[in-house]
């Protein structure tokens, strides 16, 4: 099939089977709330677009992914990014056993097991190195003790992936490894954390004695930084996908249009600079994407892509905030002439942790400098 | 981290009491934990605090002696506003006591200036100001509401938007459109044929809309007289222009100083994150914002004193609240930024100044607006 | 540095081919002292360099086969530009072969192609594109320069303006409006009626003005009939900011190279100034803008190659233009920054790149013009 | 007089005395091309407008220098600063002996002898303190070895102010001394710099064994560090004058103006905020011009200035050759309808260097870390 084609058939087939009340919603929404959309795409084999067609996903190179989201977002469809599709499975196909493999790649497609993500603690954030929940093994399984925290749905997920110390003795990096691990398992406590929005997706979790079955090892003991790594760069491709600017972007200029802003050549300039922002992003992400097609990995340079589209989403949410006026502090929906429900104040704020999340964009700009620009330490 | 208005301004005996004796006013008000528990809250401040303020004189910190009022110059005000902006105080000192009553001040009826103001500065009562007619309009010339004279009076009809503290006022002073021009009218709270509905901001206030379906108002409610409410209005809009860079200031100050601190001690790599050099000139862009922002409230404050102008002023009150929200906004920012991951939590200070900055950067017209209008008043020397 | 062009692009052995052999065309063409050398000296270029591009066939880089040129994708093309950007090499390949000899290709007149493409390509001959009628403008429907019919043929009037390479031109195709749109004509250098005038740039080159009173071309001359002027233009204008473009990603690229190796070996407090975590990011946001660039031009390259649709070229090359412009003045700005004092005085090669940012970035319309362009040309997704 | 009259006659004696030809000019003009000029101001008794009157000086308060440089600056005069006026002539005042000021503040304030400044040398910019150049006391002369760079104007000067290293074991800031040396001595060489303007007010003076007397100290041996910083002081609130940016914004107005763009509003936007820029660097400059005109020191906060200015500067110069369009690649002057000439080229080049002498702005943002929001080092 054609690109050409097979764009429009994506277009016709989100607008005949997404449901219409959840366009452009208030608030992003979760991946359980969306759960029977999630099965329409399951159904459909368009779960994965970045995995191989081998393991079920849709094969898509660098460009047709993009235009294949684009179709999402230009729709209004705004959900969590399911981190076990985009960075868990690759890194499953990776470096997981064949067991793994067999196991958990069909159930992450369906979503019969839903995911998070146990990375960062209260004291190892930009140091991500420094963390220091640990994973002894006793007989068959590790005993997990410790604290994650900026577990993004933990109260919905079934499982965690996970980094843990497991060797306290060897240098930072070198006694860390990656472990799946059940979120009902008894030991682990939930706490969710408030954010500057009102929603709480983000959750602390709470390790005390939690036990995971040796065999939820993914790769070598005392392996995990590698791999940790690779999905740092992983997700920051994700993080620094275009489409993380683009939906605010499309608010935007909703918003300027009601408000008349489209002849008004001071908006138009901030605006259209905004716009090739994002375009030049786009033309970029496929040149990093491509090497991931190529099968290659993604080194350090993949954080610029982060420092681009987060400080460009930031600087469109600035724009929003200032052509709305008064009514941008109203911690209230905007309905808009098209039914869309716009609350600046909301992308305001969630556009400001952009730069932190991930590895601030101090620690990404610290890591082109040393790696690429090969500056002295 | 120092304080440079401590370490090359200078102040007088006076100032430097309306100073100490307004921090410890906040401090004993209560701290951030006060403004969280009363987010969402109608009226969105304390009643208590209210009382508080007017026993000890400062709800008329703005009106002349002959009143009664403590009748300090700007520069004085703006010191005991700045405090208020450092404790993120809610109370609505510039809205209700300096703009709604600086209305009736300088209004031409007297009758009203002697029943109301001493009501006000006991705390007593609380008139609110409707004047807005659209979203990031700054017109003063009233044209959606109009005032129809009646038989001893008027009947005023249409919508004012943005009004800040509508919750909690007594009364409302309104500017509608006649023949004649913009008049101001006292409408009591309740008044048949109007309607306020709130809407919540933010920050945890509300903006009120003040609904006026032929509301009647005898002739000796009129505030100030058909024709002479626009020149009030741009008086008092001024005036809280300038109060509100002043609350910008204290917000932006304060925010500055709690992120410096945590950079101070938060610890990465084994050393506090605040010994990083990026981080060090992001915290100094901040800094030298807000002392732009002290410099340029310094000097409109000594605009205003030095002249009732009403073209100086304007001036003077677009150039301080161009700077003050657009530092504010930045300064608040950066300073989420500063705390990383746990500035975007709800537990965490530094997103009230945030909030705060944002519904103060965005009333009395954002600093994109008062670029303009500074751009329109002030002829280039080219 | 790492190359991040060899680090994560594939090129094709074409492609690495052309890269390679212009790298090394340039740097046997002499290093910046040529270039200083050259500063003010009429024509601005080298006549020796030109015609040992020829001898390589460049001078067609962009004629299709059937006349014998190398007829090169832009995908190929700009990689050869490029070359020249980080040599700034100031032979005019894109202005006079890309762009004059272009409206001569795409023009309507097959006589004028087999008289010209020839000897242009051997280097014997070369014409200048005279088009803009006013500074800052973009517009190619011709207006103030007029084509009057005559006998047998046209008389020209007017002023075009910002012709580089004017010096040393043969001949300038020359837009005019005609009653029935916008026409091309060749007119011979020192034809009776024109004058030239050379103003020198800050890089060391020249545009010229070309004034026309009443100069006779003949039928035979016109380069593109009344009417097809505009869309020639349009073409040829679209595919020098795009050549353009690739110019001044070299340009920025050398600059950036040069200052990371100078930041690493220039020592203050006992330390490379490199190791500064300040400057590290400064040199790092120029990284970005360099890496930006070179997408937004593959980008272009690729929908050049695709199609000849004007309108999508139109948006290619605006987007192009537009974040190189902008970079490479950010990144030439940023370079002499890092480089401290030193990088403000003529012996440094640093300030080279500056001037030449600024001549490429300025020439074909600016990036706020491109931007301007850009948002007019593509609807919102909205 | 009152301020007003003051301000009045002060434009009128500029409109009656300054020549003509000499407004606008395309570069800056020096002290030495503009003698006739000085000599006025001289008899008129402005030559100082910041010293007391004592000395001789104008004795204006911080508001009343700023106004009075307004008049000039508005007249399209521009003349570069004399330093000595600036800056050696305070420190004298300070710390120079009786028959030291009795000697050489005359001198300055007739212009009998012009200054230029010796501080920097090629491996000391941003280092001042790792100054190399030498000077070794034998007998009743100082013999001074080494090289300056970015000397202004050392082609033109009868005299030098300078920091030289008296002792090579002390610590890096306390082996410093300032000397007062003859410009005609034997031994020195001068040679001066091309900037990208293609003007060459810079120098680099060359010491090869040349004598200076040893009562041309200023100060005590090895002290010259604490002067070499207080006048560093002075220099950053010279450098941070609100006029650096004063004049090219009106040239960018009459610009703009030709260009008919000020009714157009993407242009406006940024012009009015440039002019806001430097009218709150105004309100921020006499802030610390009080505290010198209260007789106290300014200490490191004095970075701020420098910053604002410097980089409010660039952002004129950058918007003046936007607007010029092609034009403003040209190297010529351009004539505008009121008969002022201006190169936008030049004044973008000459805005580049700003941030960095002086003290490059990354250096006066270390230090405001520092020494003001006390940022661990």
């Given at each position: 099939m054609d690109e050409q084609a097979f764009r429009l058939e994506v277009r016709q087939w989100i607008k005949e089977n997404f449901p219409e009340e959840w366009r452009f919603p208030p608030h992003r929404l979760s991946l359980r709330q969306t759960e029977t959309w999630q099965r329409k795409l399951y159904e459909k084999g368009?779960?994965?677009?970045?995995?191989?067609?081998?393991?079920?996903?849709?094969?898509?190179?660098?460009?047709?992914?993009?235009?294949?989201?684009?179709?999402?977002?230009?729709?209004?469809?705004?959900?969590?990014?399911?981190?076990?599709?985009?960075?868990?499975?690759?890194?499953?196909?990776?470096?997981?056993t064949e067991a793994q493999k067999q196991y958990y790649l069909p159930r992450i497609l369906s979503g019969e097991i839903r995911w998070c993500q146990g990375y960062s603690e209260p004291g190892a954030g930009s140091d991500l190195a420094g963390l220091r929940t640990s994973a002894v093994l006793q007989g068959d399984h590790f005993i997990v003790n410790g604290q994650k925290i900026?577990?993004?749905?933990?109260?919905e997920a079934d499982m965690i992936f996970m980094?843990?110390?497991?060797?306290?003795?060897?240098?930072?990096?070198?006694?860390?490894?990656?472990?799946?691990?059940?979120?009902?398992?008894?030991?682990?406590?939930?706490?969710?954390?408030?954010?500057?929005?009102?929603?709480?997706?983000?959750?602390?979790?709470?390790?005390?004695?939690v036990k995971i079955p040796k065999e939820n090892i993914v790769g070598q003991l005392n392996q995990g930084w590698t791999m940790a790594k690779s999905l740092l760069g992983s997700e920051r491709i994700t993080i620094g996908s275009p489409r993380v600017a683009k939906y605010p972007l499309q608010l935007l200029g909703k918003l300027a249009k009601e408000r008349g802003l489209m002849e008004n050549p001071e908006f138009r300039a901030q605006y259209d600079a905004l716009r090739l922002d994002v375009a030049d992003l786009d033309a970029t992400f496929v040149r990093f994407a491509e090497v991931?097609?190529?099968?290659?990995?993604?080194?350090?340079?993949?954080?610029?892509?982060?420092?681009?589209?987060?400080?460009?989403?930031?600087?469109?949410?600035?724009?929003?905030?200032?052509?709305?006026?008064?009514?941008?502090?109203?911690?209230?929906?905007?309905?808009?002439?098209?039914?869309?429900?716009?609350?600046?104040?909301?992308?305001?704020?969630?556009?400001?942790?952009?730069?932190?999340?991930?590895?601030?964009?101090?620690?990404?700009?610290?890591?082109?400098?040393?790696?690429?620009?090969?500056?002295?330490? | 981290?120092?304080?440079?208005?401590?370490?090359?301004?200078?102040?007088?005996?006076?100032?430097?009491?309306?100073?100490?004796?307004?921090a410890?006013?906040?401090?004993?008000?209560?701290?951030?934990?006060?403004?969280?528990?009363?987010?969402?809250?109608?009226?969105?401040?304390?009643?208590?605090?209210?009382?508080?303020?007017?026993?000890?004189?400062?709800?008329?910190?703005?009106?002349?002696?002959k009143y009664d009022g403590m009748g300090l110059g700007f520069a004085e005000a703006?010191?005991?506003?700045?405090?208020?902006?450092?404790?993120?105080?809610?109370?609505?000192?510039?809205?209700?006591?300096?703009?709604?009553?600086?209305?009736?001040?300088?209004?031409?009826?007297?009758?009203?200036?002697?029943?109301?103001?001493?009501?006000?500065?006991?705390?007593?009562?609380?008139?609110?100001?409707?004047?807005?007619?659209?979203?990031?309009?700054?017109?003063?010339?009233?044209?959606?509401?109009?005032?129809?004279?009646?038989?001893?009076?008027?009947?005023?009809?249409?919508?004012?938007?943005?009004?800040?503290?509508?919750?909690?006022?007594?009364?409302?002073?309104v500017a509608a459109r006649t023949p004649s021009g913009t008049a101001l009218f006292l409408v009591d709270k309740g008044s048949a044929g109007t309607v306020i509905e709130t809407h919540p901001r933010v920050d945890g206030g509300f903006f009120g809309t003040l609904k006026l379906a032929g509301v009647r108002v005898s002739a000796s409610r009129c505030v100030a007289s058909p024709g002479m409410?626009?020149?009030?209005?741009?008086?008092?809009?001024?005036?809280?222009?300038?109060?509100?860079?002043?609350?910008?200031?204290?917000?932006?100050?304060?925010?500055?100083?709690?992120?410096?601190?945590y950079i101070r001690q938060r610890e990465q790599f084994g050393r506090p994150i605040g010994s990083f050099q990026a981080l060090q000139h992001r915290a100094v862009d901040l800094f030298i914002l807000v002392e732009l922002s002290r410099s340029v409230l310094a000097h409109g404050a000594a605009v205003f004193d030095a002249s009732p102008d009403p073209a100086r002023r304007a001036v003077a009150a677009s150039q301080a609240k161009a700077r003050c929200s657009d530092a504010a906004l930045k300064v608040a920012k950066g300073c989420v930024q500063l705390h990383g991951g746990i500035g975007y939590t709800d537990e965490c200070d530094i997103g009230l100044f945030l909030k705060k900055s944002m519904v103060l950067a965005t009333w009395l017209g954002s600093a994109a607006h008062h670029r303009r209008r500074y751009g329109e008043l002030v002829a280039e020397a080219v």
């Amino acid at each position: 099939m054609d690109e050409q084609a097979f764009r429009l058939e994506v277009r016709q087939w989100i607008k005949e089977n997404f449901p219409e009340e959840w366009r452009f919603p208030p608030h992003r929404l979760s991946l359980r709330q969306t759960e029977t959309w999630q099965r329409k795409l399951y159904e459909k084999g368009w779960s994965a677009p970045n995995w191989p067609k081998e393991y079920g996903g849709m094969g898509l190179t660098a460009y047709q992914q993009i235009s294949f989201q684009q179709a999402f977002d230009a729709h209004g469809i705004n959900i969590a990014p399911n981190m076990a599709v985009t960075m868990l499975g690759p890194l499953l196909i990776r470096y997981g056993t064949e067991a793994q493999k067999q196991y958990y790649l069909p159930r992450i497609l369906s979503g019969e097991i839903r995911w998070c993500q146990g990375y960062s603690e209260p004291g190892a954030g930009s140091d991500l190195a420094g963390l220091r929940t640990s994973a002894v093994l006793q007989g068959d399984h590790f005993i997990v003790n410790g604290q994650k925290i900026w577990t993004s749905y933990a109260h919905e997920a079934d499982m965690i992936f996970m980094l843990v110390r497991t060797d306290k003795e060897a240098k930072k990096q070198e006694g860390i490894s990656f472990l799946l691990g059940d979120m009902k398992a008894p030991g682990i406590t939930i706490r969710r954390i408030k954010n500057l929005t009102g929603s709480s997706e983000f959750c602390e979790v709470f390790f005390d004695n939690v036990k995971i079955p040796k065999e939820n090892i993914v790769g070598q003991l005392n392996q995990g930084w590698t791999m940790a790594k690779s999905l740092l760069g992983s997700e920051r491709i994700t993080i620094g996908s275009p489409r993380v600017a683009k939906y605010p972007l499309q608010l935007l200029g909703k918003l300027a249009k009601e408000r008349g802003l489209m002849e008004n050549p001071e908006f138009r300039a901030q605006y259209d600079a905004l716009r090739l922002d994002v375009a030049d992003l786009d033309a970029t992400f496929v040149r990093f994407a491509e090497v991931l097609r190529r099968g290659e990995e993604l080194g350090p340079e993949v954080s610029l892509l982060k420092i681009w589209i987060t400080e460009t989403y930031q600087r469109v949410t600035d724009l929003m905030i200032e052509i709305t006026g008064e009514a941008a502090v109203l911690d209230e929906m905007l309905v808009l002439a098209d039914g869309a429900q716009v609350h600046p104040a909301n992308h305001y704020f969630a556009s400001r942790p952009a730069s932190i999340y991930g590895g601030t964009n101090e620690i990404q700009r610290n890591i082109l400098a040393k790696a690429i620009l090969e500056l002295p330490g | 981290m120092i304080d440079l208005k401590t370490r090359i301004d200078r102040f007088s005996d006076q100032q430097r009491m309306i100073q100490e004796s307004a921090a410890s006013f906040f401090s004993d008000a209560g701290n951030y934990k006060r403004i969280r528990e009363r987010r969402g809250i109608a009226p969105g401040y304390d009643q208590s605090v209210w009382k508080a303020m007017a026993d000890l004189g400062w709800l008329g910190f703005w009106l002349p002696e002959k009143y009664d009022g403590m009748g300090l110059g700007f520069a004085e005000a703006s010191l005991l506003l700045e405090q208020g902006g450092r404790a993120l105080a809610p109370e609505p000192l510039i809205s209700a006591a300096l703009m709604a009553g600086g209305a009736i001040l300088h209004g031409d009826n007297e009758g009203l200036k002697a029943e109301c103001l001493p009501r006000l500065m006991a705390g007593d009562w609380k008139p609110a100001l409707a004047w807005q007619e659209a979203e990031s309009s700054q017109q003063t010339e009233s044209s959606s509401v109009t005032a129809v004279a009646q038989s001893g009076g008027f009947a005023l009809t249409g919508s004012k938007y943005f009004i800040p503290a509508a919750e909690g006022a007594d009364a409302f002073v309104v500017a509608a459109r006649t023949p004649s021009g913009t008049a101001l009218f006292l409408v009591d709270k309740g008044s048949a044929g109007t309607v306020i509905e709130t809407h919540p901001r933010v920050d945890g206030g509300f903006f009120g809309t003040l609904k006026l379906a032929g509301v009647r108002v005898s002739a000796s409610r009129c505030v100030a007289s058909p024709g002479m409410g626009r020149a009030v209005l741009d008086r008092v809009l001024d005036e809280g222009r300038l109060a509100a860079s002043a609350e910008l200031l204290g917000v932006m100050s304060r925010a500055l100083e709690i992120s410096v601190a945590y950079i101070r001690q938060r610890e990465q790599f084994g050393r506090p994150i605040g010994s990083f050099q990026a981080l060090q000139h992001r915290a100094v862009d901040l800094f030298i914002l807000v002392e732009l922002s002290r410099s340029v409230l310094a000097h409109g404050a000594a605009v205003f004193d030095a002249s009732p102008d009403p073209a100086r002023r304007a001036v003077a009150a677009s150039q301080a609240k161009a700077r003050c929200s657009d530092a504010a906004l930045k300064v608040a920012k950066g300073c989420v930024q500063l705390h990383g991951g746990i500035g975007y939590t709800d537990e965490c200070d530094i997103g009230l100044f945030l909030k705060k900055s944002m519904v103060l950067a965005t009333w009395l017209g954002s600093a994109a607006h008062h670029r303009r209008r500074y751009g329109e008043l002030v002829a280039e020397a080219v």
